[in-house]
Each structure stands twice: as C-alpha cells, then as structure tokens.
C-alpha cells in the first residue's frame, strides 16, 4: 500500500499555475512537471502526460528522476516509487498531493484518475475554505465598522443636540419678544433662524435613532393605549402643517377593541411621518385619509392614502433608505430629511411590524403599517 500526503503551500500568494513552480515545500523531482511531458518513458508515463501528473515507478534506476533531483531526497529516504499531482485552484497551484512507496511500483491509470481527482477535491475544498475565511474576515470587519459607526453618530448626536437647543430655544425667546419688541426683519430672520434649528435638530433625532437601531440600542417603551386617542393626538400636531396647505384629514378606526400594547410614542413617530409626507407631498386642497382595521391574523393595519403627486413605481423600494429624497427641486413642498420612512420601517420591524406602498402617479400614495396588537417584547 503506498502512502498519500498532501501539502499545501502556506501563504496564499499568487503563484501563477506554471511548469516551474515555487514549491519549495515539497519533495522536489516530484513537483517539477517538466519532466512530465518532455521525457515520457514508460506507457504509465505516457498516460500521465493526460493528466498532468508525475509519476516514477523506479526512483533509484530512472534517469529523469536524476535529472530533475540533484539533491535526490526522495529516493534517499528509501523510496522507490512515488507520484505527485498539482493541487490547482483556478489558476494557482496550492500544494501538491503526493504518493510514495517503498518498493518499485506500477501505478494503473485507474489509480493515476482517482489520485487527480483527489487532488482536484482537495485544490476545490480548500478553495471553498479560504473563501469562507475571507468572508467571515470581512463580515468581522463589517461588524466592527459599523459598531464604531454607530457609537459615533450617538456621541456626536448627542453632542450637536445641547448647543442645538439652546439655539433654539433662545431663538423663541426672541420671536416671543420677550427680550423687547422687533422690527419685521429681524422677526423674519429669528423665524428663519428658529425654523432651520428645528429642522436640524429633527435630522440629528433621526440620525441618532438611526443609530441606535444599528446597534440594537432602540429600547421600546411598551405600554397599553387605544389607537384612536393616538391617532386622534398625532394628527393634532400635523394640523397646523395641513391647515396650512389647506388640506383635510379624515379618520376612520370604527374597530371594537382599539388597546394595544406598544411602545407610543414609537408608534406616533411613525404615524407622524406619514402624515406629515401626506401632507407635505400633496396637492394643496387635498385629502388625507387614515384607515385603521384589525385584519384575519389579528394585528393592526394602518393606513395613510394621499391625493398627492405619487411616488414612480421604480422608485417605491428607494423610498425606504436612508437619506433618499425624491423631488427634491421638483416640487415646492417643505424640506424633508429623508430619514423619515427608513426609520419608521426600522421602527416597525422591531417590533415584528411592516411598512408597504402604493402609489400612482399624479393620484397619490397610500403606505400600510401592519403591527401585532401586543409588542413581541413584552
Ligand atoms: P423626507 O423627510 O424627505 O420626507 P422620508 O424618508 O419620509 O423623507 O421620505 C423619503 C422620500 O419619499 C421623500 O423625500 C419623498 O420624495 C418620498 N415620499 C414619501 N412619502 C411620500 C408621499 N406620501 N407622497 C409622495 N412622495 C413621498
């Protein structure tokens, strides 16, 4: 019985699959696949050069043996016979896969296939180990990124919010006259002021929630609450933003049992964005309406349908990443974060919700929240 090794080589440099190859790991006259095909002389030989092997069936007495082995360390450790195949992967040589035995040995071109197509195995499996360490490497260094991605924006957040607020809040004090009367200029700059700190302080809320969620730190606050007092409370703070754009909101939440146990305040942001995109991204004097229904698998569906400009088919998938805003210079509405709706389908599916769209162009746009009615947290 002859003996099988295989050895592969240790760095996984580029070494190009070529007749000469570095492999200096390895019994030498066995791995120089020069004398393969350029001095074939026995017909097991001739066989070999089929399938780019080695082959010496008498080490001590074969002149190629001589020829390609000046050191001769194979036959100088008694062995007689011995084989080696090249372990390919694509285009580089990985190693050898290599026999040996102790007497003088005719090796069948039955036994020279499978001993390449082990060698091929082999040059495949490792193949499929290296490319498995690369990805869990990458997938390590992914992790890692985006942990200190994470940890960056939360601090940074945090740190661009206190002097954020005190810019606004003293910028009301101003608009309040409470530090003495103003002419209309400076109201109107106050405003502006006021207006854009506010608009910046919603963007760093997001980006810090944003944040929070990639690092698995979005704690829900669960708590029982009807449906219809939320939806009733939400649509107060957008009133003034409808009225505005003069456009109307309608309810109709006609379910028996409208208590469910979710985190509120989560569940009013997300109400909140879509109205105030409903409303923001409708025509002026249009409608919005909002529809709450419990459906077959007892969890709740919201939706919120416009009369607004709609969203292109191809753009519907977008619309729920990070930062994207459509529109932007083609309509006249108010300026946005794009933040909105990746946060609220976050939001959602925490809490093993979803968020779909629907739209048409030029006739609106309806979004459906599906939520279980008991937050899976509690
Ligand atoms: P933004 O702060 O810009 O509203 P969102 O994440 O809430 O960010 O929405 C992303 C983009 O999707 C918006 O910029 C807008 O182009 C589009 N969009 C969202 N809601 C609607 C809607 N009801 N009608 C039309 N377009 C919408």
Partial sequence: MFKISIQLRKSSDNARLNPICDTNALPEALTNRQGATRSPTTNTFSSLALISGLVFEDLQHDARYRELSRAGTVASLGFQAG???????????????????????????EELQLLESIAQQVGVASENAKIFEELREAKERAELSDRAK?????NMSHELRTPLNAIIGFSQMLVDKK??????????????????????????NDVLDLAKVASGKLELKVQSFSLREAIAETCGVVKPMADERNVAINVDASIDNDIVTLDLLRFKQVLYNLLSNAIKYNHANGNVKIALTVDEQKQIRLQVKDTGIGIEEEDLPRIFHDFVQLNIGTT????????????????LEQQKGSITAESEVGHGSTFTVVLPLVSPST
């Fill in 83 to 109: 084989a080696a195949f090249p372990i390919r992967s694509k285009d580089k040589i990985l190693g050898t896969l290599h026999v040996t035995n102790l007497t003088k040995r005719q090796f069948a071109p």
């Fill in 150 to 154: 994470s940890d960056f924006l939360a």
């Fill in 179 to 204: 530090a003495g009367p103003l002419n209309p200029d400076q109201k109107e700059f106050l405003s502006d002021i006021l207006k854009s700190g506010e608009h910046l302080l919603e963007v760093i």
């Fill in 332 to 347: 006249k509405v108010q300026q946005g974060t794009g933040l909105g709706l990746a946060l609220s389908k976050k939001i």
